[in-house]
């Protein structure tokens, strides 16, 4: 891998980066309408109250002066006070991160594992009926408003069959006498929503891995191990899935924007305490500083993964590393 | 009809995935134009406490909802604003990206590589945050869910485009009009626009599909026009009267059934388009 294509790689993460950083300070600032009139409801407010509330946002210095201010926020951690919580930003969104982390992760691994079975299955008998099944199912999920498919997951187990609780984390008002009960209370509420995002992303992942282990069933090397006399088997797993493997690293990052937009409508139907339940709620009290914090850490998020992903990708193909 | 429009249609006729869509598409489309004038819908006439909620039947044909109104007429204007939304979006994504792919590979150098850039940062930043707080700053109306679902739409489109534009600037005849000293502008419309033109079709499809579920999902979450009776607005009321736990299947099945057939529908068409357009993709 030659270092200056990884430096150039980090750099365009880095200019992204930036970018969204002076992005998002001109999307909350360019708005319509006096800031003001937007954290204080009150019109009888006292012309002194006003100033002091200007004072205090920083409001009243140029606007060049209020941009360092806010660089230099970013910098620090210094995201700004939410207008509901009137707490800083990071102490309203930190705890948020470990169950959005938490569902998140274990739908993804569900989806890969389930994903790549699917897809290999369905490769490896084209035209039967689990392939096509796999596709119809990959079709109608790619096409299923995320939050739709909640609804009727809440329908289906929570309120006719009540096998599991309608919304949040743990049961409201339980004492528990052990970390085990706990830590069964959580799963009992994670199932349903980590099923939700399972479903939405093994479409995605099963079709990748079909139609690469397609190609790559296709390439003259299988033809080669087969005409060695390898076994249908062996030649699949030693010779096909490695290559086939390769462009499910890149869609895993791919997807992490539909991981997003899943994250915040399964955790808003299933009032999940995370990252994305906070946006939706933020987004009605229009609390903007916390709009704008959870935005800002989202997107760099995603940012990061993705250069991840591309070095990752580097060091693993090596067609690409030389 | 030309010979080769001919053999296109005949390959679409026989492409079972592609009549599917077309088909399904044209109905939800004579339903967006001539239902309203059948069933007509006000999203202001409410009805009386005594037609809150009921089931199907009683001069209902899918029940009402929590205030009282008609599900079915609600599902028919739905219609045709949900495809308006979905259209005109489309419309800007594809205006954009088309001029952008389009600029960005003919002209190369710094322009290609800042407009790149742009495009970049647009396919990387997770879509739905991002048209979120653009709604939220705008402001709902319908035309600023419009707005926001175009702009945030292009990036794919303008890559492609880009890719193809590069292939085309390289033939004879683009040379040879260069040569002939004709301006940037005039070689743009008139000789790569034809050329990229398929594929930006293609593009269209799927973007669509995609705007059309950005419209639901952001009306879902209280970023909608209170006073369009888009399918994202009926479940976004359903969601908020809790239609789930009072069992009233009537009002949040049928616009997630629409919303599913409409874009399933666009992805059908755009994955038959792909593998006609695609040869090898056929062979395998």
């Known amino acids: ?322 | 009809m030309s010979r080769k429009s001919k053999e296109t249609w005949e390959t679409i006729r026989h492409n079972t995935m592609a009549m599917t869509g077309l088909i399904t598409l044209g109905i939800f489309i004579i339903i967006a134009i001539f239902g309203p004038l059948i069933v007509p819908f006000d999203t202001q006439d409410y009805g009386t406490a005594a037609d809150i909620l009921l089931p199907p039947g009683n001069g209902h044909l899918l029940g009402t909802d929590d205030m009282g109104r008609d599900v079915f007429a609600n599902l028919i204007a739905g219609a045709r604003i949900s495809m308006m939304i979905g259209a005109l979006a489309t419309l800007i994504s594809m205006g954009i990206g088309t001029l952008i792919g389009i600029s960005s590979g003919f002209k190369g150098g710094k322009t290609d590589l800042v407009l790149m850039r742009i495009t970049d940062f647009f396919l990387v930043i997770p879509w739905l945050p991002l048209m979120m707080v653009l709604a939220a700053i705008l402001g709902t109306s319908i035309w600023n869910i419009i707005f926001v679902i175009g702009i945030t739409g292009w990036a794919g489109t303008a890559r492609v485009v880009r890719a193809q534009t590069l292939s085309v600037k390289e033939r004879p005849f683009v040379e040879r009009t260069i040569s002939l000293g004709a301006g940037n502008w005039h070689i743009m419309i008139r000789h790569i626009l034809p050329n990229v033109f398929p594929l930006v079709f293609a593009n269209t499809v799927l973007t669509a599909a995609v705007a059309i579920v950005s419209e639901t999902t952001l009306s879902f979450l209280g970023l909608g026009d209170v006073n369009t009776a888009s399918w994202g607005m009926m479940l976004h009321y359903a969601f908020e009267c809790g239609a789930t736990s009072l069992g009233a299947y009537w009002y949040y099945l049928p616009p997630g059934i629409c919303v599913i057939l409409v874009v399933l529908a666009f992805t059908l068409i755009g994955y038959a388009f792909d593998e006609i357009m695609n040869p090898k993709l056929k062979k395998r």
Request: hydrophobic share 50%.
């Open chain 1, 1 to 322: 891998m030659k270092s200056s294509s990884v430096l150039q790689k980090i750099l365009y993460a880095l200019i992204t980066i930036i970018f969204v950083v002076i992005f998002n300070y001109f999307l909350f600032r360019v708005l319509p309408g006096d800031p003001i009139s937007m954290i204080m409801r009150n019109p009888k407010a006292s012309p002194e109250t006003i100033a002091h509330i200007r004072a205090s946002y920083g409001l009243d210095k140029p606007w060049y002066v209020q941009f360092l201010i806010y660089m230099k926020g970013m910098f620090t951690g210094d995201f700004g006070t939410s207008f509901v919580y009137k707490k800083p930003v990071m102490e309203v969104i930190g705890p948020k991160l470990i169950p959005t982390i938490l569902m998140l992760g274990i739908a993804e691994i569900i989806a890969i594992i389930i994903g790549i079975y699917l897809g290999v299955l369905s490769a490896w008998k084209r035209g039967s009926k689990l392939d096509v099944g796999t596709l119809c199912f990959s079709l109608v999920t790619y096409s299923m408003p995320t939050f739709w498919l909640g609804m009727i997951m809440v329908a289906v187990f929570c309120v006719n069959l009540q096998i599991f609780p309608i919304r949040g984390m743990t049961t409201a008002g339980a004492f528990y006498d052990s970390g085990m009960q706990y830590a069964g209370d959580v799963i009992h509420h994670l199932i349903l929503p980590v099923i939700t995002m399972s479903i939405l992303l093994i479409g995605e992942y099963s079709l990748t891995m079909r139609n690469t282990l397609i190609d790559v069933l296709s390439e003259d090397y299988i033809t080669t191990a087969r005409a060695k006399g390898f076994k249908e088997r062996y030649v699949l797993k030693k010779h096909a899935m490695p290559n086939a493997m390769l462009p499910m690293v890149t869609i895993i990052a791919i997807n992490l924007g539909l991981v997003v937009a899943g994250a915040v409508q399964i955790e808003t139907i299933f009032s999940w305490p995370g990252i994305g339940n906070l946006m939706y709620e933020s987004l009605s009290a229009r609390d903007y500083p916390v709009l704008q914090g959870i935005f800002l850490i989202v997107t760099v998020c995603v940012i990061l993964a993705n250069l991840i992903t591309d070095l990752i990708y580097d060091h693993i193909d090596p067609r690409v590393r030389n």
